[in-house]
C-alpha cells in the first residue's frame, strides 16, 4: 500500500536558520511527488511538482529535491511568514487519481 | 481567475442529517476531487469525478456520494451524518492527464453536533 511518512512533525525555527524537510514514500512506482504548504483553516496551496529522481525545484526560499525513496524541501534563511503546515504527497503510476498525503510538518519561524 | 471555490464555507448539522457541499473548479480545469481532512491530518480522497462521472474512490462509504455537473462544477453529498464525518472538506481542480498538479479551494468546515 502506497504511504508518506513526513517528518519532524513539528520545527520551530529562528528567523534565517535555515533547515529541511523530510517526505519519505513507499509508491509502486511514482508518477508525481507534490509539496503544499497550508495556513490554518485554508486549503494546501500548491508549492511543486517533482516526477524523477534527481530532479530539483526552487521557488524563493524554498528548494525541493527527489530521491527514488525521500524528498526535502529546503528552507533557506526562513521569516515568519513561511510559518505553515507543509504538505507532501504521492501519485502512483498505477493511479493517476488519488493523492496520498503525508500528516505535514507544522513549520514556526519566530522573529 | 476566480481559482477553485467552495461553499459554504463553515456548516453546522445534527447527527443524523445529510449535507450538500459545492465546489466551482478552476477555470479551464475538467476534473474535480474530493478530499476530507481531519484535525492534524492531512487529506484523505474521497472520490474524484471526471466527464460527469466519478473515476475513482477512496476508502469511504456509500454515504458519501457527488456529481459533476457539464459545467465541471462538482457537489458532495453525505447521508446520515456522524460525529466522526467533522472535518474540513476539500476541493482539488485539474486537468486530466499525466501528473497534473491539483488546485485547491479554500474548504467547507463542517461540524456535525
Known amino acids: 500500500e502506497d504511504q508518506v511518512t513526513q517528518s519532524p512533525e513539528a520545527l520551530r525555527l529562528q528567523e534565517g536558520e535555515s533547515s529541511s524537510l523530510n517526505c519519505s514514500y513507499t509508491v509502486s512506482g511514482l508518477r508525481g511527488l507534490f509539496w503544499y504548504r497550508q495556513d490554518p483553516g485554508k486549503g494546501p496551496e500548491f508549492l511543486f511538482t517533482?516526477?524523477?529522481a534527481g530532479e530539483e525545484k526552487e521557488k524563493e526560499r524554498l528548494k525541493a529535491t527527489l530521491t527514488k525513496k525521500e524528498s526535502f524541501l529546503h528552507i533557506t534563511a526562513p521569516k515568519p511568514e513561511d510559518s505553515a503546515t507543509y504538505l507532501c504527497a504521492v501519485q502512483a503510476s498505477y493511479n493517476n487519481n488519488d493523492m496520498r498525503f503525508g500528516a505535514g510538518t507544522r513549520l514556526t519561524v519566530k522573529p | 481567475d476566480a481559482g477553485v471555490t467552495q461553499s459554504p464555507t463553515h456548516l453546522i448539522k445534527t447527527r443524523g442529517q445529510q449535507v450538500t457541499l459545492r465546489c466551482s473548479p478552476k477555470?479551464?480545469?475538467?476534473?474535480v476531487s474530493w478530499y476530507q481532512q481531519a484535525l492534524g491530518q492531512g487529506p484523505q480522497f474521497i472520490f474524484q469525478y471526471y466527464e460527469e462521472e466519478e473515476r475513482q474512490r477512496g476508502n469511504f462509504p456509500d454515504r458519501f456520494s457527488g456529481h459533476q455537473f457539464p459545467n465541471y462544477s462538482s457537489e458532495l453529498n453525505v447521508n446520515a451524518l456522524l460525529l466522526g464525518d467533522s472535518a474540513l472538506y476539500l476541493c482539488?481542480?485539474?486537468?486530466?492527464?499525466?501528473?497534473?498538479?491539483?488546485?485547491f479551494g479554500q474548504g467547507t468546515r463542517l461540524t456535525v453536533v
Open positions: 482539488a481542480s485539474s486537468l486530466s492527464g499525466f501528473g497534473t498538479e491539483a488546485f
Open positions: 477555470s479551464g480545469h475538467d476534473t
Open positions: 517533482l516526477y524523477s
